[in-house]
């Protein structure tokens, strides 16, 4: 059934995508950052995104944690349209708790790692679940102490963050947003902030994910070889659309797109 | 011309010290008002709301704008012709604690200001609710900044509340006056006043900064 704009209430069949933006669009003021863009990730893909600053590739992200509302255009999770609701058979603007009851599929990490300095590193992981998810106090011990096995910070869960080192409270977040057990997750530059002698850690922690969880994940990144390591799919973005996508060995072997192969050899020679 | 009275000192000491209680009482109270009153007054100046943001911020402006103790006046003599007949230890307490609770609700306004946007966006990531994102988020962090302004009041407050003595409150300088009026001495009552008021304001400074510490410590900030 479609909306009176012609977007679906909802997505159904079996390849319905985890994740589908449709015709998103995104200014601030008279800058575009998002124009028109469809972009799909199906269930446990592992997409990059990359490209210039300024070409949109953030805000993807950023909207579909819904910390920045759209100007048009529909976000879909797991079939469901998450930055619109339906209401009398058309979507409208998601209101607050609706928001709050599908945002709960997609988790996230940041550059800045955003963890609250006022608790440790276990309790920043268990907070989510103790307070959001209703867990017992036991239960998010045991689920977050697993996690951080896993990040490999079991033995630093009692340091409040201002005590570990930026790959530390890369991993401590990583632990945190998983806690919650979401379908999607996001990663914003999380290895943009560090040290280069502590990326490896935290990209470790990635292909770990990617190698044995069925997780959705979209990152946002300015490490080539690692993107080309890792995912199923690269999406190269210019001016708040996508130029060119493909699998990895395809886009960064043999870039089809003038635009594209500018911003790859420009950034080998950065290198 | 300097006749200082040790044995009419030590005779009024005991009127004073109790005076020196109603007085703390009287801080305190205004305090607790003001504290808890501030912080609904700037969280309220958070809501989407826009006609109630405008409202609490034009209230906060006018507060702040008129002498305290005009709004004592206002709450203790005009009150009763709107049918609120307070005493006036209660006109005094609601006055007082109206007044600071503007002032404070600025600091923590600061104090909410200072917390990094990306504290917000954590809590939003783990799909938190907006009481859930204050109260265990930004609140805790708001407020070791917000605590050197807040023990700042906190003097202020025990500074103002001999102005509660205009209404009959028998603080400090209302006692004061008293003692004097009735033994014809004033350099004694109002000496003594003045060494209770440093007594007590000059070590509440260093406990509020040895406060500030701790809370930092016990958030691990």
């Known amino acids: ?271 | 011309m300097f006749d200082w009275k040790w044995e009419f000192t030590w005779e009024i000491l005991p009127r004073l010290v109790y005076a020196t209680g109603n007085t703390l009482i009287a801080a305190g109270a205004g305090y607790v008002i003001a504290v808890v009153f501030g912080l609904m007054l700037a969280l309220a100046q958070r809501t989407p709301s826009r006609a109630l943001t405008f409202t609490v911020r034009e209230f906060v402006e006018f507060i702040r704008s008129t002498p305290l103790i005009l709004q004592i006046f206002f709450v203790f003599y005009v009150g009763p012709q709107f049918g609120v007949r307070l005493s006036p230890w209660m006109s005094g307490m609601i006055a007082i604690g109206l007044h600071y609770a503007c002032y404070l609700s600025e600091v923590y306004r600061g104090g909410i200001e200072s917390v990094p946007k990306g504290q917000w966006e954590a809590a939003i990531a783990l799909n938190m609710t907006t009481a859930q994102k204050y109260r265990r988020v930004i609140i805790p962090q708001a407020i070791p900044p917000a605590l050197a302004g807040m023990g700042n009041y906190l003097v202020g407050i025990f500074k103002d509340t001999p102005m509660l003595s205009v209404i009959g409150v028998a603080e400090l300088i209302h006692t004061a006056n008293a003692i004097g009026s009735e033994n014809y001495r004033f350099l004694e009552p109002y000496t003594m006043v003045g060494i209770i008021f440093l007594a007590i304001s000059l070590p509440a400074a260093g406990l509020i900064r040895l406060f500030e510490g701790y809370v930092r410590r016990k958030l691990g900030l």
């Open chain 1, 1 to 271: 059934m479609l909306d009176k704009t012609g977007f679906p209430l909802e997505m159904t069949g079996e390849d319905t995508p985890m994740v589908s933006f449709r015709k998103v669009n995104k200014s601030y003021g008279a800058l575009t950052v998002l124009d028109d863009l469809d972009l799909d990730v199906a269930a446990g893909e592992m997409v990059s995104i990359i490209g210039p600053s300024g070409s949109g590739k953030t805000t993807v992200l950023r909207m579909l944690m819904t910390l920045e509302r759209i100007n048009g255009g529909v976000i879909y999770v797991d079939g469901k349209p998450l930055t619109h609701m339906p209401k009398g058979g058309h979507l409208v603007p998601a209101n607050e708790r609706h928001l709050r009851s599908r945002r709960a599929d997609i988790g996230m990490c940041f550059q800045h790692f955003n963890l609250f300095p006022h608790m440790t590193a276990l309790e920043n992981c268990m907070e989510g679940p103790v307070q959001v998810l209703g867990l017992s106090k036991a239960e998010a011990r045991d689920r977050s102490e697993e996690l951080l096995e896993m990040v490999g910070m079991i033995s630093k869960k009692d340091q409040h963050p201002s005590r570990l080192s930026g790959g530390q409270q890369q991993r401590v977040a990583i632990a945190r947003a998983l806690a919650m057990r979401p379908k999607v997750m996001l990663f914003d530059e999380v290895t943009s902030a560090l040290d280069p002698e502590v990326i490896g850690e935290v990209t470790n922690v990635i292909r770990k994910l990617v190698s044995e969880h069925n997780l959705t994940m979209l990152m946002v990144t300015h490490q080539m070889g690692f993107a080309r390591d890792i995912s199923d799919r690269v999406c190269f973005f210019y001016g708040g659309r996508i130029e060119e996508q493909g699998p990895p060995a395809e886009l960064f072997g043999n870039p089809q797109r003038e635009r594209t192969q500018q911003f790859l050899s420009a950034v080998r020679e950065a290198v």
